[in-house]
């Protein structure tokens, strides 16, 4: 059987599209981040948005991790790259090495490199060479955050509903614009005298056939876990994922999504319409 060869980053940096505001035929800008404007790592001339292939993201200097990730989905030119290469993670070299936090924390402690932007999701474009410069720009170090290995191999809920939004909607060129990231909070558990985020979200936008903008959030947990590695007595409970509003994330992150809000389809024209977290036990649960 022959043995998948090793995915290799481009470093020629300066081909990377990045994340397109306009692939859904109307503009779905990045989240704005002023409030964490003290915070955000820079290169180049100040520049915060780092581009990969059909994806970017911003980081966090004092955490040392993406603050979120921005990809664009596209399903009708997705490229079938064969099977998972062996992984072969990178610091970003736009970066200071201090501002990454690379192999150190992962190395001997129950923690994955859990990606943010998935491998498969920016795999497509025109040429296979083109997907695979996307693939292999995944397994940069900015793009992962600490996964406790039982949270980052049991989430198939979680990781799996980008696709059922792809295959069960009416879409725009079956495009998706998708937004995701830690949370940062106060008192999150130290490891190696790193933050270990409690929490992390997503927000997931389309353009329907009708032309009509809906963006989904979403939020998910592994503070259980954290406690019972940090308190072995402890119980671990059942993963939950749940649906809430995307104003419950700018609140959560400190990020505006500005008018995404108003196409959270948990809105209704006069207001919150389903104010509560809805808990996720299938994808058919998920309001659209």
């Known amino acids: 059987m022959n043995t998948p060869a090793e995915l290799r980053v481009d470093p020629d940096y300066g081909n990377r599209r990045g ?7 109307i503009e779905v800008p990045l989240p704005i981040a002023d409030e964490l404007a003290d915070d955000l790592v820079t290169y180049g001339d100040g520049q915060t948005v780092l581009p990969y292939e059909h994806f970017s993201l911003v980081m966090s200097r004092s955490r040392r991790l993406a603050v979120y990730t921005a990809v664009n989905l596209d399903g009708e030119r997705t490229v079938d790259t064969g099977p998972r290469k062996h992984d ?7 970066l200071p090495d201090d501002v990454q936090i690379d192999s150190f924390l992962y190395d001997r402690t129950p923690f994955d490199k859990g990606h943010l932007v998935r491998r498969l999701d920016p795999v497509w474009g025109e040429t296979r060479d083109e997907a695979l410069r996307a693939e292999a720009d995944t397994f940069h170090y900015t793009n992962c ?3 406790h290995e039982k949270f980052n191999r049991s989430k198939e809920l979680w ?3 980008e696709n059922y939004i792809l295959d069960n909607t009416d879409l725009f060129h079956l495009r998706v614009c998708l937004f995701n990231g830690p949370v940062f909070a106060p008192g999150d558990p130290t490891v190696k005298d790193v933050p270990i985020p409690r929490e992390y979200w997503k927000v997931v936008t389309i353009r329907k056939a009708d032309g009509s903008l809906s963006a989904t959030a979403y939020l998910l947990s592994q503070a259980e876990l954290l ?4 308190v072995p007595d402890f119980e671990f409970g059942a993963y939950r994922t749940f649906q809430v509003l995307v104003s419950d994330i700018e609140e959560k992150t400190r990020l505006s999504f500005g008018e995404l809000r108003e196409h959270d389809p948990k809105r209704g024209a006069e207001g919150v319409l389903a104010v509560q977290p809805i808990e ?3 994808f058919s649960d998920i309001v659209l």
């Open 280 to 282: 996720l036990a299938a």
């Open 227 to 230: 406690q019972e590695m940090l």
């Open 159 to 161: 990781q799996g509903i």
């Open 19 to 25: 994340y397109s505001a306009n692939a859904l035929g």
């Open 88 to 94: 072969n993670w990178v610091l970003d070299k736009r």
């Open 145 to 147: 955050s600490p996964q």
